[in-house]
């Protein structure tokens, strides 16, 4: 048996495999996030801990598995954070999530000084204050004695891997999400810390995701409840893992989207891929020699979570499947909703963008508010799907995973604006843990290599274009990006 971790936004998954890698069982154990005015997204490193410790031994206990059974453990982290650690790798204070977006003028003079346009073709990524780099900044310029303390810098899912373990590396997935990596050359950039005036001993060892980090301690396996010893596999980045567990391995298995906090459309491909407009990016897939291409909104699924706090604060469990079921029929012409409630990375990369409803009239109201909501991911993310086909890459179908994948609504508006078949996949949101336990097998050596992935979960639904209303969409996906030109000078203006 294998144990994966995806330790994500709202909290961590824990899911059991068989030796193959198919799913078992999965326990979910909640933590909280600070968000505060002027872009502060945070989170206590000690909370990931308590819930992968919570969270195994759950699992143990719900399936009734004997730890000895267990033949690794490997983990998804949340990707572009920041883990400021001391000495003893201890946490000199929370950690800066993707969300944290208050690193933007220290973002804007790292792009000066570096170019924009050789920095993406270093990085396969914009400089951004979302990504690692310019957080650490941020810390360094706002939290100088803080920042005195720092020894280390790493990801989520780095830092738990150190705890088990004592050793602290990354992978190239999570490194290609730092901003601090030159994609090419596979290696932390000399350029972009010698811009930033870091030393690259700040960073950890960069290591195949299948690498066996360690073993778990004594104490360790005691505070998770598995035996001393059992083997512990590095895993990568969430976006790059949960394309293996949708299957994308190479250019031949086509497009996904996952509908999560943060929503993206990605694939894999032989290189990384480089739009003129910069409106993608490109991470290290977990897979050697190979890249994901990936167009990633900030408030995806997290969109449709904020208008259902605000519509049915009671947080009723079947509140999501009310509001879209009354959504289903909701008349929303002349309505539209910019998703940028945290900023926005692609298409504009933006992080003074805000979330915007556009046309509201009186006879407007909870099932028109939603339907705008999904209706506006999906336009934001068709603006990338067209990046894609820009580039040479058809995407006439698309797998959805993710929590928001089991809405029928929406994957039938994604399949309608994007003029593209989207299929539902069983995993949904056990697609990042179900990577992470495919790179646990061959990391191990219970699988020949990462092409079982291809076999892991099957499509349970599939959603056809609708040719009329994909016309219409077309229609009114210009207006959904006028409507955002038009206010861009006014976001930069009230909070630039």
């Known amino acids: 048996m294998i144990i994966a971790h995806d330790l994500g936004t709202t909290g961590d998954k824990a899911s059991l495999h068989h030796d193959d890698g198919r799913l078992v069982a999965a326990a979910t154990v909640r933590y909280g996030t600070r968000f505060a005015a002027g872009g502060v997204a945070e989170q206590d490193p000690a909370d990931w801990e308590r819930a992968v410790a919570t969270a195994t031994r759950r699992l143990l206990a719900d399936t009734g598995t004997d730890p000895a059974a267990v033949r690794a453990v490997s983990f998804s982290g949340q990707m572009m954070g920041a883990v400021l650690l001391d000495a003893a790798y201890r946490p000199v204070r929370p950690a800066l999530i993707w969300a944290d977006h208050r690193s933007s003028a220290q973002a804007a003079r790292l792009a000066a000084e570096i170019g924009a346009e050789t920095a993406y073709r270093l990085l396969g990524h914009q400089i951004h204050p979302t ?40 992978d190239p997935s999570d490194a290609s999400s730092t901003n601090a990596y030159d994609q090419r050359a596979g290696r932390w950039s000399e350029r972009m810390l010698g811009a930033a005036g870091l030393d690259p001993a700040l960073f950890p060892e960069i290591v195949p995701a299948t690498t066996v980090v360690g073993e778990l301690s004594a104490a360790s396996a005691e505070a998770v409840g598995l035996r001393p010893g059992t083997p512990v596999v590095l895993g990568g980045g969430d976006g790059p893992l949960a394309a293996l567990g949708a299957g994308v391995i190479g250019p031949e298995d086509g497009a996904y989207t996952y509908l999560g906090s943060s929503s993206w459309v990605s694939l894999s491909a032989a290189e990384p891929l480089l739009d003129p407009a910069m409106r993608t990016m490109t991470f290290d897939h977990v897979v050697p ?42 008349d929303t012409t002349g309505l539209y909703f910019l998703p940028h409630l945290l900023g926005e990375r692609s298409p504009y990369w933006n992080a ?72 539902r996949r069983r995993i949904g949101e056990e697609a990042n843990s179900l990577g992470a336990a495919v790179t646990a097998a061959v990391g191990v050596g219970l699988v020949p290599g990462f092409e079982v992935a291809r076999d892991l979960s099957e499509i349970t639904a599939e959603f056809t274009p609708d040719p009329a209303r994909h016309a219409e969409y077309q229609r009114r996906h210009a207006s959904f990006l006028d409507a955002y030109q038009r206010l861009e000078s006014w976001f930069e203006r009230e909070n630039g």
């Open 131 to 170: 990504y690692s780099l310019t957080k650490i900044l941020w810390v360094r310029e706002h939290e100088p004695e803080t920042f005195a303390r720092v020894a280390h810098v790493c990801l989520a899912k780095d830092y738990v891997v150190q705890r088990l373990t004592g050793r602290l590396v990354t």
């Open 289 to 330: 020699g190979r890249y994901v291409p990936t167009a990633t909104m900030q408030t995806g699924g997290a969109s449709l979570e904020w208008v259902a706090d605000l519509l049915r604060p009671d947080r009723g469990e079947g509140r999501f499947d009310d509001l879209t079921r009354a959504a289903a029929d909701a």
């Open 352 to 423: 003074s963008a805000r979330g915007v409803f556009l046309g509201l009239a009186r006879h407007h109201g909870q099932a028109e508010m939603t339907r705008a909501v999904l209706e506006g991911v999906a336009f934001n993310l068709h603006t990338c799907v067209q990046a894609f086909r820009e580039a040479g890459h058809p995407v006439d179908r698309v797998d959805a995973i993710g929590g928001g994948a089991s809405s029928d609504l929406w994957l039938q508006v994604l399949a309608d604006t994007w003029g593209a078949t989207v299929r």
